[in-house]
T-cell receptor, first 111, second 112 residues
């Protein structure tokens, strides 16, 4: 089954404690992306990757890092999380015809 | 001003109604237009996409693009309670889809 798997689904952490949200896809897609979803603001792109070792900033990259060492994995790293990064995060990989496959989401709370 | 504007709703309609969901945008470079549906606690799923202006129909769903007015619509005929979800429009200027710009989403509730 084609899928994008994110972990964890829910995370509560404290300000400044480094965390990583993992994302893995099994469709051999080259393009992957991270979004955050906030009420009234829709989905905003954080970073995207067009292939292994190729990443670029989206609309809201500040405070985030990514890496793409393998095609299937695209982790999102928050080196020093802050409360304004409390949000719902989605990883997506893009197939043909603009069909983006989204993960189940990670609800992050930073206190 | 946001690049893509979408009324957040909620939009509440009775079962069987025709639903019209809309987005306006400001970037004239957008050429590819998509509608995603997002159920509660799930990631968005692609419903339809269209290129440039015109209409596209898929079952009960019709997507319409008017590039001259920078306005896109999604019509749902014979709406069902299972259509209750948030609908997000998305747009891209290139066919690689590197930068999908999403609207904020409209929450739709179809009541039995």
């Amino acid at each position: 089954e084609a899928q994008v798997t994110q972990n964890p689904r829910y995370l509560i952490t404290v300000t400044g404690k480094k965390l990583t949200v993992t994302c893995s896809q099994n469709m051999n897609h080259e393009y992957m992306s991270w979004y955050r979803q906030d009420p009234g603001l829709g989905l905003r792109q954080i970073y995207y990757s067009m292939n292994v070792e190729v990443t670029d900033k989206g609309d809201v990259p500040e405070g985030y890092k990514v890496s793409r060492k393998e095609k299937r994995n695209f982790p999102l790293i928050l080196e020093s999380p802050s409360p304004n990064q409390t949000s719902l995060y989605f990883c997506a990989s893009l197939g043909t015809g603009f069909k983006a496959f989204f993960g189940q989401g990670t609800r992050l709370t930073v206190v | 001003q946001k690049e893509v504007e979408q009324d957040p709703g909620p939009l509440s309609v009775p079962e069987g109604a025709i639903v019209s969901l809309n987005c306006t945008y400001s970037n004239s470079a957008f050429q590819y237009f998509m509608w995603y549906r997002q159920y509660s606690r799930k990631g968005p799923e692609l419903l339809m996409y269209t290129y440039s202006s015109g209409n596209k129909e898929d079952g009960r769903f019709t997507a319409q693009v008017d590039k001259s007015s920078k306005y896109i619509s999604l019509f749902i005929r014979d709406s069902q309670p299972s259509d209750s979800a948030t609908y997000l429009c998305a747009m891209s200027a290139d066919n690689a889809g590197n930068m999908l710009t999403f609207g904020g989403g409209t929450r739709l509730m179809v009541k039995p």
